[in-house]
């Protein structure tokens, strides 16, 4: 066999590429992951030690059935790796009665006979003290809500992977693919591959990967905080404090997250400058990001909102119009899967992602509807 032919090279070894990779690898299929930036780097959207995984979700209830494979696979790569990647807190949706966070989640928890309960201000304060919901907001607990390690998971599906013999390639930048007969062609920084099928799993970098389907990609800023409240209270410890997403005005939320050893993490969601390319995002965070924050906490967590920040960081949104992810071959070429499961809301769903991936390159098909994810919904 030749030595650089390969069943599947996979591009990208982000939370995607990675999971994908794994899956393809345990199935016995001779596969290869290139990176362009070295292992746990901080340039995309895999890294800041945190990632929520919810269950009532309130974009709509067709991820439930995806969200509770992700969560049966993320506890059986825990048992194979033997490392800890998600941790159950439970999770409060807060918002006003009608918004989209509270009324989104209990038609996912009606729909998919979820627990859940429905909290008024004062059985959320009985119960979680650090929280004091203004009046006239509700809070929708997500009992299996929790968070998740993305370092940690990133790193348990690549070296299980390896385990199974794929070949992993960091600081080896895609140049170009083609079509070579059937096959792929993949040409990098240092080498010639070919492949018979192709994954673009390329994060905010895939629209530079197809440029001929000028696929529909926003990439985002998203600058986080991790906040130093008084360090003698517990109140923000896991056993009392859960991972949350409250809908501060219409349309528009924060969230955030336990004590974790950076601090207690929180970040408005879809509030940063959109950027023409990804290698030029800004990386430095401002004050008035700060005074956001801190604006969108005061009417449920006042005392975290004045809270003094520790450290900050930025990570990269790729959002499709509809936030809605991309999973699809390409419409030209067959041979070539196009994957952004993406728009902020991603990361939890990877590792039933990586599996449905691999599916539907070894089987040609899965058993959940990929419709919704359609290229077609843009490219003709």
């Known amino acids: 066999m030749n030595a650089r032919h390969y069943q599947a090279v996979v591009v990208g070894l982000g939370a995607i590429g990675s999971a994908t990779l794994y899956h393809l ?8 992951g290139l990176e362009q930036f070295s292992a746990g780097h901080s340039r995309g959207s895999s890294h800041g030690d945190s990632r929520i995984i919810r269950e009532t979700y309130f974009e709509h209830p067709l991820y439930v059935p995806l969200v509770q494979r992700a969560h049966t696979l993320w506890r059986e790569l825990e048992t194979q790796s033997g490392a800890s990647l998600m941790t159950i807190t439970g999770g409060l949706m807060i918002g006003p009665p009608d918004g989209s966070v509270v009324s989104g989640a209990l038609r996912s928890a009606l729909e998919h006979n979820l627990p859940h309960a429905l909290l008024s201000p004062e059985e959320v304060r009985e119960r979680f003290p650090a929280f004091r919901l203004e009046k006239g907001l509700l809070a929708v607990l997500d009992e299996r809500a929790g968070f998740l390690d993305p370092e940690a998971c990133d790193s348990a599906h690549l070296r299980l992977a390896t ?76 056993a009392q404090f859960p991972i949350y997403a409250y809908e501060y005005r219409a349309g528009n939320i924060c969230y955030g997250f336990p004590r974790l050893p950076r601090g207690v993490k929180a970040s408005v969601m879809h509030s940063g400058e959109i950027a023409a390319d990804p290698d030029d995002v800004k990386r430095t965070v401002e004050e008035s990001e700060v005074d956001q924050l801190r604006s969108a906490l005061r009417p449920v967590l006042p005392a975290l909102a004045e809270a003094p920040v520790r450290e ?9 119009p509809d ?18 499961p993406c728009s902020g809301h991603g990361f939890k769903f990877a590792s039933a992602i990586g599996e449905i991936q691999a599916d539907l390159l070894t089987k040609g098909k899965t058993d959940f509807d990929l419709s919704p994810f359609r290229l077609d919904r843009w490219v003709g």
């Open 163 to 238: 385990d199974a013999e794929a070949a992993v390639h960091f600081d080896e930048p895609l140049i170009d693919w083609n079509l070579s007969g059937e096959k792929v062609r993949v040409t990098t920084n240092s080498a010639t591959y070919t492949a018979d099928r192709l994954v673009l799993a390329g994060g905010a970098w895939n629209r530079g990967l197809v440029p001929d389907l000028e696929l529909p990609l926003a990439i985002e800023r998203q600058a986080v905080f991790w906040l130093e409240p008084d360090a003698d209270t517990k109140l923000y410890d896991k």
């Open 25 to 32: 690898a345990r199935r016995g299929w001779r596969v290869l």
């Open 323 to 340: 936030h809605d992810f991309i999973i699809d071959f390409h419409p030209f070429f067959p041979q070539v899967l196009i994957s952004s």
């Open 312 to 320: 900050s960081d930025v990570c990269l949104f790729t959002n499709t």
